[in-house]
């Protein structure tokens, strides 16, 4: 039985020691414009940022809203800016920033829906948009089992498969809060990471998004993203590596022979 | 942004307004990016080198002598920290813009990159530098 008698998911800490945070609110019903609000939370040298948050929900403001689920940085829900950069709100210690004040704000260069949780429309239609599955060459009965592939074949795109969809990336990329309509370093990873993998054909029809005017070449190498990137998928990487593909398959159609006569 | 009337949303979004203040590593970007005007401005030094060579002896004398006047040192002395500011900078990315490098099986890490970069770098400078030097004489 995991105590029947706690509602809340932290429990009082007893060091002594408290921390001020100052988060960033924005309630759509009766704020103009989002407002620093200080809290100050009593914590021990194992709490995360997102224990601290959790800190005051269940005990100072149970009117704090922000996104969480699984506590140990897999599931890439807690990305938020703390102290003006962007992280993993349950993978950042608040012993770390003691005793300065720890500012925490929703993930940057997305729209505010309340308080730190944002509005993820747009990356989650990009993320449709590149087709994230392996798309097979031609379709396979399932009487031919399974693909296989050597441990080599997997070692050039496990890295980008690593991402957790977090945006941290994208709170990184000025290019991307200047233009919205950029692809952007995450989705660009993954969509390097299906490219990538041998049981894959789907490069053709990923390309007229790397290559469009709102594809890699918006990128001017800031690489802030992969700094940031909780996972060290480099996504900085897959951008400018898909640059060069990009220039090659616009020089190149130049001189290839079109279509065999077809 | 999709959102009927009525419901109470009212997403925010926030001005990137001075965005490259926002942190250190902007900064940096923006000098990186800032000094390459100074390498533009020497290429321009160089082409007009070259259309002073084409109009005769005289007047390419005249630009190696302009080029010896204290503002042109001191200008040069300028040109050179920040060109050299650049291709530190520069060399730092260059890992994130290559695919994998593969030596004997392995990656070749991204330190090893830049520093190979760094190196040929000096090593072609060191050659030019000596190459003129060697001409002057």
Redesign the interface.
């Known amino acids: 039985m995991a105590r029947p008698e706690m509602q809340q998911d932290t429990e009082m800490p007893d060091s002594g020691k408290t921390i001020v945070m100052d988060v960033l609110r924005?309630r759509?019903?009766q704020d103009d414009?989002?407002v620093l609000q200080s809290y100050e939370v009593p914590f021990s040298d194992d709490m995360s940022v997102l224990q601290g948050l959790q800190y005051i929900k269940d005990y100072l403001d149970g009117s704090l809203s922000f996104r969480w689920s699984c506590r140990m940085a897999i599931c890439g829900s807690c990305g938020m800016m703390i102290n003006?950069?962007p992280q993993l709100a349950c993978k950042t210690f608040l012993r770390d920033i003691y005793p300065e004040h720890v500012r925490v704000e929703a993930l940057?260069?997305f729209?505010?829906?309340r308080d730190l949780v944002i509005?993820m429309?747009d990356f989650i239609e990009k993320l449709e948009s590149i087709k994230p599955y392996i798309i097979e060459k031609q379709p396979r009965p399932l009487a031919e089992g399974e693909y296989l592939q050597t441990p080599a074949e997997r070692d050039?795109y496990e890295q980008f498969s690593s991402c957790i969809n977090c945006m941290l990336c994208y709170a990184a990329c000025?290019q991307y809060?200047?233009n919205p309509k950029f692809l952007g370093p995450g989705i660009i990873a993954l969509l390097h990471r299906y490219n990538l993998d041998s049981r894959d054909a789907g490069a053709e029809q990923r390309k007229p998004l790397v290559n469009s005017e709102d594809g890699v070449y918006n990128c001017?190498?800031?690489?802030?993203c992969?700094?940031v990137c909780p996972k060290l998928v480099?996504p900085?990487?897959a951008v400018?590596?898909n640059?060069?593909e990009a220039a090659k398959d616009y020089f190149l159609r130049l001189v290839r022979p079109r279509g065999g006569g077809k | 942004m999709n959102t009927p009337a009525g419901n109470g949303r009212r997403p925010y979004m926030r001005s990137m307004q001075g965005w490259w203040r926002r942190n250190t590593f902007y900064v940096e970007y923006m000098i990186h990016e800032a000094t390459a005007l100074f390498v533009a401005a020497y290429a321009v030094v160089l082409l007009v080198g070259l259309v002073r060579l084409s109009q005769g002896q005289a007047a390419w004398n005249a630009w190696l002598a302009a080029l010896r006047s204290p503002g042109s040192v001191v200008f040069h002395v300028l040109v050179l920290a920040a060109i050299s500011y650049h291709a530190w900078t520069w060399f730092q990315i260059m890992p994130r813009t290559l695919p994998p490098v593969m030596l004997k099986g392995k990656r070749l890490s991204a330190a090893a990159i830049t520093r190979s970069g760094l190196a040929a770098a000096a090593i072609v400078t060191l050659m030019v530098f000596f190459l003129v030097r060697g001409l002057w004489a």
């Open positions: 924005y759509p019903e414009r989002p003006g950069r940057a260069h729209p505010i829906e509005v429309d050039l000025p809060g200047l001017t190498a800031v690489g802030f992969s700094e480099d900085a990487n400018n590596v640059k060069m």
